[in-house]
């Protein structure tokens, strides 16, 4: 035993603590069985050493079962805080209930940092907008979105030097795998939790909304259900509406579904179409309309969510 202890380097501190919980035990042992007799009305010989025995084993049994106890308790959170993958909040979650743990980690608890990624095209002025929304100084009250990835599919996008500009890692995306895979494997890498398709002219693979379901959202420069579907994208939107004498026009903010423009609708906002309206002037209103309201929108749909 105590080559074990020198072993386990064990200091004499131990070694001292050790002994006189021994020596406690016998004291506490040889008290209880000499007192048994007279509590038990028995003859006195018998009943102190069948007590000595048991209590002596029995005390003895749970002090090594508890000590053991402590012992991994103690390692399991010494591990826990080792990895840094959880901190005492989450370890005690982990205690309570492993799924409310994996809420915390993934994605649904309150304060954890929400991971998105921006899908794009073109220009990006609607991709700016987010940005500087969400990275602006003085925000740190708001819930802490991280725009971890800029997905485009033309390496010509002007998007591509507003995501550089603020180092956001950025991703150019091929039509083939994209709508074989969807790139899942890209985005659960940068642990995106959420989308935002910001003049994204492809479709969205079914795979891709299947695993993000209500997580995917778009912006479209007209209000739907009226002046969307395939094609409609652009100017031939803003062409369409001034073709057909409208007197109003907005925006449409909507989650993404398998069919084109059709999710449910989030947000709409509206502007008046004058007499004098060209689609250069719809365009205007419309971009700054989408300025306006697509940062906050997406700010209530991630509260929501
Ligand atoms: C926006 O008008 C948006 O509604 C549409 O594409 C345009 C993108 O503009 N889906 P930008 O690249 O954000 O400037």
Redesign the pocket.
């Known amino acids: 035993m105590f080559k074990w202890l020198k072993h386990r380097k064990a200091d004499d501190k131990y070694l001292v603590l050790i002994g006189c919980t021994f020596v406690m035990t016998g004291l506490l042992i040889a008290w209880i069985s000499r007192n048994a007799a007279v509590w038990l009305h028995v003859s006195r010989m018998c009943s102190e050493d069948v007590c000595f025995f048991i209590g002596y084993q029995v005390l003895i049994l749970s002090g090594l079962l508890f000590w053991r106890f402590l012992i991994c308790l103690w390692k399991y959170k010494k591990k826990l805080r080792k990895t840094g993958s959880m901190n005492s909040d989450v370890f005690r979650s982990k205690i309570i209930s492993r799924k409310m743990a994996e809420a915390k980690l993934y994605g649904k608890a309150e304060n954890r940092e929400i991971n998105m990624a921006i899908f794009?095209s073109?220009?990006?002025?609607?991709?700016q907008r987010i940005i500087e929304h969400f990275i602006a100084p003085g925000q740190q009250n708001r819930r802490r979105v991280n725009i971890a990835l800029v997905v485009c599919n033309n390496p010509a996008a002007g998007?591509l030097k507003i995501a550089g500009k603020q180092k956001i890692p950025t991703i150019i995306i091929e039509k083939d795998i994209f709508n074989k895979d969807g790139y899942l494997h890209e985005l659960k890498e940068y642990k995106i939790d959420f989308i935002v398709l910001?003049?994204f002219m492809w479709k969205v693979p079914p795979l891709l909304i299947i695993s993000y379901r209500n997580k995917i959202i778009n912006?479209?420069?007209a209000l739907l259900p009226k002046y969307g579907g395939k094609n409609m994208?652009?100017n031939f939107v803003h062409q369409a509406v001034l073709k057909a004498g409208e007197k109003e026009s907005g925006?449409t903010i909507h989650y993404v579904d398998e069919l084109y423009d059709h999710g449910k609708i989030i947000f709409q906002a509206k502007c008046a179409v004058d007499e004098d309206e060209t689609v250069e002037t719809l365009a205007k209103k419309?971009?700054a309309l989408?300025h306006e309201h697509y940062p906050k929108v997406i700010e209530r749909v991630l509260d929501a969510n």
Do not use: F, M
Not at 122 to 127: F, R, T, V
């Open positions: 794009a073109g220009a990006g002025s609607n991709a998007v910001a003049g912006i479209h420069p994208y652009g925006i419309i971009h989408e």
